[in-house]
């Protein structure tokens, strides 16, 4: 299983488009920063003026946890196309290109290939939030400094001390981490059914918007469906910032996601251990 998981991993290290995950990752935080950093008190002042009326607002409220916190939500909805775009070539693209043939006629079984590319596309998803957070959480702390964190929803304003965040951070990213895998193990296994890598990174993102639409419609029909999606459980990670924590509903949403990935898991094996490689 080493041997295997080091040729996966250095397969996904020699395409060029494993690093647009990086390279958008990285442009999109320094440019959010820059952004906050050069008029970010004036963008506070005006979602803060209705406030001001009823409340005395003082302190430094524009620091590395609200900073970090802005990045995390804009930067999640849109890393499951960069997941998708590796998990979703990991066997067709193989099979498209003939190599799947050769590594089968190895002295490996089935089951420990698709084991080996699911852990190197974990290992990715992994690389890819530590990544995010190295830069928003060691970026927002480098330029703005630390402070309580101030979280205002639509109906309630959330106020946490700062030295209560770093761990509702680790916790949030290791959530989307969880979130992740749903979406890799999901593009895993469109990636077992065809020979054609980019039928199935369109099928996942197309997946993945016809749910979050339905999420976010109020129709009776559509609310009896929402809690069987997996797109509804991947924001999860923003109820880390809720006081008092819902650790009923946290956990629920998060054993939804691994049950979701141990389906897709499961459907992926029972495929590719049985499928006809013809090239």
């Known amino acids: 299983m080493g041997t295997l998981l080091r040729i996966e991993l250095f397969k996904i290290a020699t395409k060029p488009r494993s690093y647009i995950g990086f390279a958008a990752i990285t442009v999109i935080v320094l440019l959010i920063e820059l952004a906050l950093w050069l008029d970010g008190r004036s963008y506070l002042e005006f979602i803060l003026q209705a406030l001001e009326q009823s409340f005395q607002v003082q302190g430094n409220l524009l620091n590395g946890n609200l900073v970090s916190f802005i990045i995390l939500q804009t930067l999640i909805v849109q890393m499951p196309l960069l997941v998708a775009l590796i998990a979703g ?106 020979d054609n890598s980019i039928g199935p990174i369109i099928a996942s993102m197309a997946v993945i918007i016809l749910f979050t639409i339905i999420g976010t419609l109020e129709v009776p029909l559509f ?57």
């Open 89 to 194: 070539d990991l066997v067709s693209g193989e099979a498209a290109s003939g190599t799947i043939r050769l590594l089968l006629t190895q002295p490996h079984s089935r089951a420990s290939i698709l084991w080996a590319k699911y852990f190197a596309t974990s290992i990715y998803v992994f690389l890819l939030i530590f990544w995010l957070g190295l830069l928003a959480l060691g970026g927002g702390f480098l330029l703005f400094g630390a402070g309580d964190l101030v979280v205002l929803k639509s109906d309630e304003l959330i106020i946490l001390k700062a030295a209560d965040t770093l761990w509702r951070f680790m916790a949030a990213f290791g959530i989307a981490f969880l979130s992740l895998s749903v979406v890799a193990t999901f593009s895993l296994m469109l990636s077992c059914y065809t």
């Open 223 to 279: 609310d009896r469906i929402k809690p069987f999606l997996f797109t509804t459980h991947m924001i999860v990670w923003r109820s880390m910032f809720d006081q008092p924590l819902d650790w009923g509903a946290i956990l629920r949403s998060m054993w939804i996601l691994v049950f979701h990935i141990a389906l897709f898991l499961g459907v992926s094996f029972f495929h590719f251990t049985k499928k006809d490689i013809q090239n």
